[in-house]
T-cell receptor, first 113, second 112 residues
Framework: DTGVSQNPRHKITKRGQNVTFRCDPISEHNRLYWYRQTLGQGPEFLTYFQNEAQLEKSRLLSDRFSAERPKGSFSTLEIQRTEQGDSAMYLC???????????FGQGTRLTVV | KNQVEQSPQSLIILEGKNCTLQCNYTVSPFSNLRWYKQDTGRGPVSLTIMTFSENTKSNGRYTATLDADTKQSSLHITASQLSDSASYICVVSDDSWGKLQFGAGTQVVVTP
């Protein structure tokens, strides 16, 4: 499968625990995006990388959230001290450049109990 | 305020019928507009991408239109099938680094 891969697909965690999600983009894509989606809503932008550089972060990305893309390939999104409001689908997408199609992964569904 | 507004929020149509979904946006400067189909519990899949110079684009039974002057787009589904049941999301990209602004989606349910 040469599409965008996200792991894990599902994560259930207790409130206060830390979680980390991984995204493997399509190999030649230099742009990588993270989005969060709650039920019945469209995806909300979290952050964006061009190669290894994190170029923009949303206000939604509080100091409990951190994202990295250390070698310009895969990316990780970490949430520290999870809260129930963090429960959502976390989507990763990658693209070749501005104006090119963005391909999404299947998402990681986080449930904080 | 969301810069991409979609209507209706949801609709139910009979199999074989046509339907049209609407998208209004205020994103500026504008780079391109995309329609995505998202099945429940899965990531969005691109249907069409249009730049400001394109008025219409088709992908099988899906036809998207764009009026960049009025900042409106529509997605027309012809001869709907049960597999068309999904959320259809309008996404507008700005002209800076290509940030994607998502609408809330229209939930389409096709019934036999």
């Amino acid at each position: 499968d040469t599409g965008v891969s996200q792991n894990p697909r599902h994560k259930i965690t207790k409130r206060g625990q830390n979680v980390t999600f991984r995204c493997d983009p399509i190999s030649e894509h230099n742009r990588l995006y993270w989005y969060r989606q709650t039920l019945g809503q469209g995806p909300e932008f979290l952050t964006y990388f061009q190669n290894e550089a994190q170029l923009e972060k949303s206000r939604l990305l509080s100091d409990r959230f951190s994202a990295e893309r250390p070698k310009g390939s895969f990316s990780t999104l970490e949430i520290q001290r999870t809260e129930q409001g963090d429960s959502a689908m976390y989507l990763c997408a990658s693209s070749l450049g501005r104006g090119s199609e963005a391909f999404f992964g299947q998402g990681t569904r986080l449930t904080v109990v | 305020k969301n810069q991409v507004e979609q209507s209706p929020q949801s609709l139910i149509i009979l199999e074989g019928k046509n339907c049209t979904l609407q998208c209004n946006y205020t994103v500026s400067p504008f780079s391109n507009l995309r329609w995505y189909k998202q099945d429940t519990g899965r990531g969005p899949v691109s249907l069409t991408i249009m730049t400001f110079s394109e008025n219409t684009k088709s992908n099988g039974r899906y036809t998207a239109t764009l009026d960049a002057d009025t900042k409106q787009s529509s997605l027309h589904i012809t001869a709907s099938q049960l597999s068309d049941s999904a959320s259809y999301i309008c996404v507008v990209s700005d002209d800076s680094w290509g940030k994607l602004q998502f609408g809330a989606g229209t939930q389409v349910v096709v019934t036999p």
